[in-house]
């Protein structure tokens, strides 16, 4: 599969049936796996030989949907998580530990800046936040000797930034630690953050993964592209006592990351994802390519239609010419800017939740990603655990509208925002 392109990747990879069996990928609905032979199941145990043992460490169900999109997004492996903050969590914990320290962006989900800002700070783990758009040297005046990874989103949800991935791989390389990229909204058909330096890449599975708002899920990609042996990563290269003694590096090479993620933190923390969830995400990833084009098209139109509009004071959306966002949007995102924009209509906040009452077609949700279009006042919903300034610094504003634009017909999705913003 690994030779075809990615459009046949998304279709038929990397489900492959042999003679009689089902043409679809099965949903295997079982929590254990039978063997004839204890010894067999002992090598399971001690990773001596590959196999399903039980289903909180691993799934063949779950197995075709990690190696889907570990071949899509260009890594060497893929763990599956019960959801996007799971998999986030996990990234981070399966190579920082109390004491240490991660330098991340201030432009990222609501969700993952309260993990990183409240839950990761009790246990021990320091975040500190920098401005997307800082200089290259101020990133790298964030790190400490304590300093374990560099985070960022490709597309900020909501602040719509685009990431410089030559900046913030610069400052992760100058600091000898992996760059760890939230690729959610953007997905691997709009960008591969491997191809530009990163190395661990992680997706909310739930969103464009998903594309029809069915399925809670994550996922973490390795890049198998970071040499761990430098000194600041023991747990990938010293022995782990609950393994005999393994050392991961030395086992498994480029995928030691992506393996202790599986058969340590998995294994012990227990974010599993359910065989079910990750047959729904890999039909999703079936259609992928399909959806994010249209998802893509639709939204910029969408954006070009506000933007003229009287009602409408300004549009963030980087595949427009006016965003400040357009030379890294053209560069990283050749294919499309996907399906998220925001937009502050005049009046503020009230008008804003009057809009959204007008709408008929555009459905009001917590979500986004979906086939279907909707529409956020992500200042109180999503954001609204963070007061005013930690707002501000995630690009959040009382007058901001996020739509989430589908695969309607265009025609429709504007016919319902011109009707709506005239009743306004
Ligand atoms: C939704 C989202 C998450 C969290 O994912 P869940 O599946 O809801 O846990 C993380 N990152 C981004 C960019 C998201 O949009």
Do not use: E, H, R, Y
């Given at each position: 599969m690994n030779t075809y392109k990615f459009n046949t990747q998304c279709v038929q990879g990397t489900y492959d049936p042999k003679n009689g069996e089902p043409r679809v990928l099965p949903i295997?609905?079982?929590?254990t796996f039978e063997y004839d032979d204890s010894d067999y199941v002992a090598d399971l145990f001690d990773l001596k030989v590959p196999g399903s043992f039980y289903t909180r460490i691993g799934n063949p169900t779950t197995g075709a949907f990690e190696g889907k999109m570990s071949m899509l997004e260009g890594g060497v492996g893929a763990l599956a998580t019960s959801s996007g903050q799971s998999a986030s969590f996990m990234a981070i914990a399966n190579i920082c530990s109390a004491g240490d320290h991660i330098i991340s962006s201030t432009s990222i989900y609501g969700g993952t800046y309260n993990l990183f800002d409240v839950s990761l700070r009790k246990l021990g783990i320091n975040v500190i936040f920098i401005d997307p758009d800082a200089d290259l040297a101020d990133i790298i005046a964030c790190a400490t000797p304590q300093t374990k990874a560099v985070f960022a989103e490709t597309?900020?949800?909501?602040?719509m930034n685009v990431l410089d991935f030559e900046k913030f791989s610069a400052a992760a390389k100058s600091l000898s630690v992996p760059l760890i990229i939230d690729n959610t909204l953007a997905t691997p058909f709009l960008c591969r953050p491997f191809e530009h330096g990163a190395n661990i890449v992680i997706h909310s599975a739930t969103k464009y993964t998903d594309g029809h708002a069915t399925s809670l899920g994550g996922i973490i990609i390795d890049g198998g592209n970071f040499n761990w042996n430098n000194g600041k990563f023991p747990g990938l290269v010293e022995p782990d006592s609950s393994y005999h003694g393994l050392k991961y590096m030395e086992t498994f090479g480029a995928a030691a990351y992506i393996v202790k993620a599986r058969v340590s933190l998995l294994r012990d923390f227990g974010c599993t994802v359910s065989p079910f969830n990750s047959f729904m995400f890999h039909l999703g990833l079936e259609t992928l390519h399909l959806r994010m084009e249209r998802h893509s098209e639709n939204a910029l139109k969408l954006a070009e239609f506000l933007e003229t509009h009287?009602?409408?004071?300004w549009v963030k959306y980087p595949g427009l010419k006016s965003s400040s966002y357009n030379t890294l949007a053209k560069k990283y995102l050749p294919k499309g800017s996907s399906g998220i924009l925001t937009f502050g209509i005049k009046g503020g906040a009230t008008a804003g939740k009057d809009l959204i009452k007008h709408l008929d077609l555009v459905a009001l949700v917590v979500h986004l990603g979906d086939l279907r279009t909707s529409i956020l006042h992500p200042a109180s919903t999503t954001h609204r655990q963070l007061d005013a300034s930690k707002q501000a610094d995630a690009g959040i504003y009382p007058e901001m509208i996020r739509v989430s634009v589908g695969i309607e017909d265009i025609d429709d999705i504007i016919k319902d925002f011109d009707k709506a913003l005239k009743a306004v």
């Open positions: 295997v609905q079982s929590t597309i900020a949800n909501p602040s009287p009602k409408v004071d």
